[in-house]
């Protein structure tokens, strides 16, 4: 909850409370300061006040409970727990100081606490749905994605749904991976009335993850819509027409968004992404260049710009691109990756000194990052052609791991299977590759740096 909507909630919770409590006439004063300090977003005073009248009147549960209120929307969720209990002591049926109670338990990260007082609150009121919500996106934090299912279920079942416990909920499912609750919550989010931006900016993310480009799109689109103002859409969107290698429609989106955004560093990164994806290098390096005018500290943008001149056959260029960005960046592994590659096309043309220098980028690239599949094939091709089959092996089968759905990874993997007299594992490997292949020629192959955006 953001600091505006606790102080209006506190506020809520504070008029409510007081128009019925009996207090002594000390502790009343102290809490109506409380309440015009806290109307004028002054929590600090309203934190004074309220300390005062339960120091006044210790057994009153509206203070101390919205004592802890305004300690927890001033995250201070430690102090405000001891608060909550004492509340709840002086008053054990009230749900909502219970529920309060377990958010701020939350808030402290002891989840599991947390989760036992938000259950209670939903088995004395099966509608809470801000419980519901809490409780499930708590269960998504622990991992427990069955519970949190049926904690979620519980908030579509109301009519309407509460938009703002569904959209808490559904960004924890989504962050989780549950990607079909995110979906429903956010389409009950939807026919309750709540066609904002966000909402459509979930469901395209989403849709996008499930690989239905159509709807991802158009739930996107509608994001824009309704608010052009924020770039995330954008960027969003052309993550995932970038993942479906949809180049040519992300090339036309960002050039509406760089024109709507014209200081927008990310947006020049993906306009030039897409124009080297569609051969568009002059473009490309117009974009990269523009990019590292607005942030000059962005890795993304050296690199797309070396990728760029590298593939206009700019190598000197793309060389000088290199080395700036492994002297900038010198933990980023993929400037030593991209390089590396690039030396090895001339090492593929018999210059020896070309090769030891890309081997070395190389494995520079996977100490820095083990997980680079491509480091991992390239150096496993090196060593099977230097005939140091136990490291080719070694290379190949970690590129398969990370990359499993890349043909030419089984290939060299079945060809190192080979020498070394599996052939039974060699086999599979090339039914591997040939079914890999089959699939890689329906669709238009990726570009290596896409995956690092």
């Known amino acids: 909850m953001s600091r505006r909507g606790a102080v209006c909630t506190l506020i809520l919770f504070l008029r409510l409370a007081w128009a019925a409590a009996e207090q002594p006439h000390g502790a009343q004063e102290h809490a109506a300061k409380a309440l015009r300090a806290a109307q004028a977003g002054d929590l600090q005073r309203a934190e004074a006040e309220l300390r005062e009248a339960a120091r006044l009147a210790p057994r009153n549960p509206a203070y101390l409970s919205d004592l802890a209120s305004v300690l927890r929307a001033r995250k201070k969720p430690t102090e405000a727990v001891p608060f909550y209990r004492k509340a709840l002591e002086a008053d054990r049926g009230n749900s909502i100081i219970r529920r309060n109670l377990a958010l701020a338990l939350w808030d402290c990260n002891r989840l599991e606490e947390a989760v036992r007082e938000l259950s209670a609150v939903l088995k004395q009121d099966p509608n809470d749905s801000i419980a519901a919500s809490a409780l499930a996106a708590a269960y998504y934090q622990r991992g427990q994605s069955e519970e949190a299912g049926r904690a979620a279920r519980m908030l579509l079942a109301a009519h309407p749904v509460d938009p703002g416990a569904a959209f808490t909920c559904a960004t924890a499912a989504a962050a989780a991976g549950d990607l079909a609750t995110t979906v429903d919550l956010g389409l009950a989010m939807l026919r309750s009335g709540q066609q904002s931006s966000a909402v459509y900016n979930l469901l395209g993310n989403a849709y996008g993850k499930q690989g239905d480009l159509t709807r991802s799109t158009e739930a996107f689109e509608n994001a824009i819509a309704r608010d052009p103002s924020i770039e995330d859409n954008y960027l969003d969107l052309l993550r995932v027409l970038a993942s479906h290698n949809q180049w040519r429609p992300a090339l036309e989106v960002a050039r509406k968004a760089v024109a709507g955004f014209p200081r927008a560093s990310a947006l020049y990164e993906l306009k030039g992404l897409a124009e080297t994806m569609l051969l568009l290098t002059a473009d490309a390096i117009r974009s990269y260049t523009r990019a590292l005018e607005i942030d000059p500290n962005s890795a993304n943008a050296n690199l797309g710009l070396a990728a760029a001149q590298r593939a206009a056959g700019m190598t000197q260029e793309a060389a000088a691109t290199f080395e700036r960005g492994i002297r900038k960046f ?103 590759y040939q079914r890999l292949k089959v699939e890689e020629e329906k669709s238009n192959p990726g570009f290596p740096l896409s995956r690092a955006r």
Not at 368 to 390: F, I, N, P
Not at 418 to 430: D, H, I, M
């Open 330 to 432: 010198p933990r980023e592994p993929l400037h030593r990756q991209e390089y590396g590659l690039m030396l090895m096309a001339d090492a593929d043309a018999g210059d020896a000194a070309a090769e030891a220098r890309a081997v070395a980028l190389l494995e520079q690239a996977i100490a820095l990052d083990a997980h680079l599949s491509e480091t991992h094939y390239q150096l496993g091709k090196v060593a099977l052609e230097r005939g140091e089959l136990r490291s080719a092996l070694a290379h190949f089968e970690w590129a398969v791991k990370l990359d499993p759905n890349v043909s030419k990874i089984h290939y060299a993997l079945s060809r190192a299977y080979r020498r070394a007299g599996r052939a039974r594992e060699a086999s599979q490997a090339l039914e591997s």
